[in-house]
């Protein structure tokens, strides 16, 4: 099999299982308005009508603001926002309704195109925002309470719930609520696995802020993963984040501390981006998890045939030595291995090398994650293992590798230098180079 018909299985492989893992999960999509209203936008619902119809139950609630402000200029009335929240007069507030109504309904019908029953009720109730630092927001609310019972029978019922920017007070009034926290609201009270934001040219990316010191996972130039605690710390430290970026990151480190699974923020205007992120490990954009999305762990049985696979292509290039099932089986306990959410994705042994060294050896990692580190992670590991059990020196011989090893601090020596027992089994035929890291 050719090398581009391997990712391509492998890539089939990793679909199926978020799909079954995923699975009658409910999703909370926020789409900004700026994508509600980009000719993308059919797109998007299409991908959406993927994951529906995969089994996974979705909530959407799209963003009106620029709908809103549209019709509020036609009618003369002024448009004026404190940060992230409009001020919504008595007067305004039939046109917000209609504006924000108009847009769920376009959605509606998107999705009644792809054959999926949406509807639109009354789930919401709010509360008045009220005066704060000298301004009156009138007619602007908050979320006070989302009927999580009621949605979630809907959702179960196979129907995708579509929740306009409207919430009620329990003596019917109505108020210009923020699809922003109404999303993050809802996302908390049904037990949401996934909160998406979507929106064009949303991107969190390392250059030019300010990070801090731990939780934070950066994927090329970009931030790929961070805990709730770093995420409310990177809006903190950066002031030249937009309002938009802030509040988002703020709603999504509260939500994720709050029990949501995983926050993800996307550029939804890129084709396929949100399946992307729901069917692969690598994923797009910013996410905020709480979960523990990376460990080193032992080697278990039922990981010796992946391991096998993401050896393979080293193997092939003469890089790694060929091992078979009934080899790692038998040096089981010497292997640990790198998961990332949920499965393999890299290897690396321990041997005994002598009465007081180490060998380093078997060291693996999936192609497709070879960018992000987890090679200099393992070796890390085995690093701090080697020190705990006492050993003074580790080994490790390469072929191809020299330049990664040495950058972590391993230095070339003769083969003659290795343990005895071990130069007696060294191959003259591969002539491979002995490097060694004194503890």
């Known amino acids: ?159 995708i719930p579509v929740l306009p920017c409207i919430g009620w007070s329990s003596t019917g009034k109505p108020y210009n609520l923020s699809s922003f926290e109404l999303a993050a609201r809802t996302a908390e009270e049904i037990g949401a696995q996934k909160l998406f934001y979507l929106d064009d040219d949303l991107e969190f990316g390392a250059e030019g802020h300010a990070l801090p010191d731990e939780g934070v996972v950066l994927q090329g130039g970009s931030i790929a993963r961070m805990s709730p605690k770093a995420a409310a710390q990177f809006a903190e430290m950066n002031d030249n984040l937009d309002d938009l970026e802030y509040e988002i990151l703020r709603l999504g480190s509260v939500a994720a501390a709050k029990g949501v699974g995983r926050v993800h923020y996307l550029n939804g205007s890129v084709d396929g981006a949100l399946l992307h992120d729901v069917f692969t490990a690598l994923g797009e954009g910013t996410m905020i998890t709480a979960e523990e999305f990376d460990a080193i762990r032992p080697m278990r049985r039922e990981d010796v045939p992946e391991v096998l696979r993401i050896m393979e292509p080293a193997i092939q290039k003469g890089i790694l030595l060929s091992r078979d099932e009934d080899n790692l089986l038998q040096t089981l306990d010497h292997y640990v291995v790198y998961e990332s959410d949920g499965s393999v994705r890299g290897c690396c042994a321990l041997l005994p090398c002598g009465d007081s060294g180490g060998e380093i050896a078997a060291l693996a990692v999936d192609e497709n994650f070879g960018h992000l580190g987890i090679g200099s992670k393992l070796i890390g590991w085995r690093m701090s293992e080697a020190r705990r059990r006492g050993l003074r020196n580790v080994y490790l011989l390469t072929t191809q590798t020299s330049d990664f090893f040495e950058s972590l601090g391993f230095v070339r020596v003769d083969a003659q230098e290795l343990p005895p027992e071990r130069y007696a089994r060294y191959d003259r035929k591969r002539q491979s180079r002995v490097y060694r890291l004194i503890l």
Not at 120 to 148: K, L
């Open 1 to 159: 099999m050719s090398t581009e018909n391997i990712r391509h299985v492998d890539l089939i492989r990793e679909v199926f299982l978020y799909a079954h893992r995923f699975k009658e999960s409910r999703f909370v999509i926020q789409i900004g308005s700026d994508l509600v209203e980009d000719q993308r936008f059919s797109s998007l619902v299409q991908d959406i009508g993927v994951l529906h119809r995969a089994g996974i139950r979705i909530v959407l609630v799209p963003g009106a603001g620029n709908r809103i402000d549209r019709i509020l200029e036609s009618q003369k009335m002024p448009v004026e926002r404190v940060g992230t929240m409009r001020v919504s007069t008595d007067e305004m507030m039939p046109y917000i309704k209609m504006a924000a109504f108009d847009v769920a309904n376009e959605v509606l019908a998107q999705l009644a195109a792809q054959k999926i029953d949406a509807l639109i009720g009354n789930w919401v109730r709010a509360r008045a925002v009220g005066i704060r630092d000298g301004v009156d927001y009138h007619r602007t609310g908050q979320v006070a309470r989302v009927n999580s019972e009621l949605l979630v029978k809907v959702l179960n019922e196979g129907h």
